[in-house]
């Protein structure tokens, strides 16, 4: 089976883009489920029901991450809907770090964990992902590691080898090069990428982030027109063993 997982939507108008083209991706890479990092989705960061209500018309699972908290008013989306989860690790809070999208002929775990290094104070991913993996009973299994530090990405893709399908990178907002199969088994990359206006920085207009770097003096975000594009990797499995067989990565 073929799981397309989209990198961080920054902004409504990237989430609408998203949804045009999903069925044009979905045929192009035969892709039986969709899962979308969602947690920048909203205008002015963050995600909220409209931004996650637009993604749902795409995505299988919602995935999120530091900024998961942002908005209020997803503290009861989170919690009654399941396929919108937020990091497990952030410890006794509303929602669930993980969810289990049941397709019939199999059953795909779609886990959320977030960094310790350069984030907000959080439960040890590491620990967090050996106490899920003792509750989940399908081989089948897709964590998304919402973190800064390349280290640490790294380390949890050799920590889960074996143990998970795959082992996605998110946060950073820039694509890595480093697709592979470890140990034969776990799908790992150090960074999906984004979903947002590709003449930005991470999404947002260049020239506001140039001004903030080069003044110091605060600017409010502004979203750009433009081209957006679209990166995501296409991950393949095995789905009775649960062993990757295949990663590609995507940039439209």
């Given at each position: 089976m073929n799981i397309l997982f989209v990198g961080d939507v920054v902004g409504h108008r990237s989430s609408e883009h998203l949804v045009k083209l999903m069925p044009q991706l979905k045929r192009r890479y035969s892709a039986d489920m969709t899962i979308v990092n969602g947690e920048n989705s909203a205008d002015g960061n963050g995600i909220t029901p409209r931004s996650a209500g637009i993604l749902l018309e795409c995505a299988d699972v919602i995935t999120t991450g530091n900024h998961c908290f942002r908005r209020r008013e997803m503290n009861d989306m989170f919690e009654e809907n399941p396929d919108i989860i937020r990091p497990a690790n952030f410890g006794n809070t509303v929602g669930k770090g993980y969810t289990v999208f049941d397709m019939g002929r199999m059953r795909i775990a779609v886990v959320n964990l977030i960094g310790m290094a350069y984030m907000e104070s959080c439960d040890n991913p590491f620990r967090c992902a050996d106490e899920l993996l003792k509750t989940i009973d399908t081989p089948n299994i897709i964590v998304?590691?919402?973190?800064?530090?390349?280290?640490?990405?790294?380390?949890?893709?050799?920590?889960?080898?074996?143990?998970?399908?795959?082992?996605?990178?998110?946060?950073?907002?820039?694509?890595?090069?480093?697709?592979?199969?470890?140990?034969?088994?776990?799908?790992?990359?150090?960074?999906?990428?984004?979903?947002?206006?590709?003449?930005?920085?991470?999404g947002i207009d260049k020239d506001i982030i140039i001004a903030r770097l080069t003044t110091y003096y605060p600017q409010k975000h502004i979203y750009p027109d433009g081209d957006i594009m679209i990166n995501a990797v296409i991950v393949s499995l095995d789905e009775k063993t649960g062993r990757c067989t295949g990663i590609e990565r995507i940039n439209t």
């Open positions: 998304d590691f919402h973190a800064e530090a390349t280290s640490e990405k790294k380390a949890m893709g050799y920590y889960l080898a074996g143990r998970v399908s795959a082992v996605i990178g998110t946060h950073t907002h820039v694509q890595t090069a480093d697709e592979q199969i470890i140990d034969g088994y776990t799908g790992y990359i150090t960074d999906v990428g984004f979903t947002g206006v590709r003449d930005s920085i991470l």
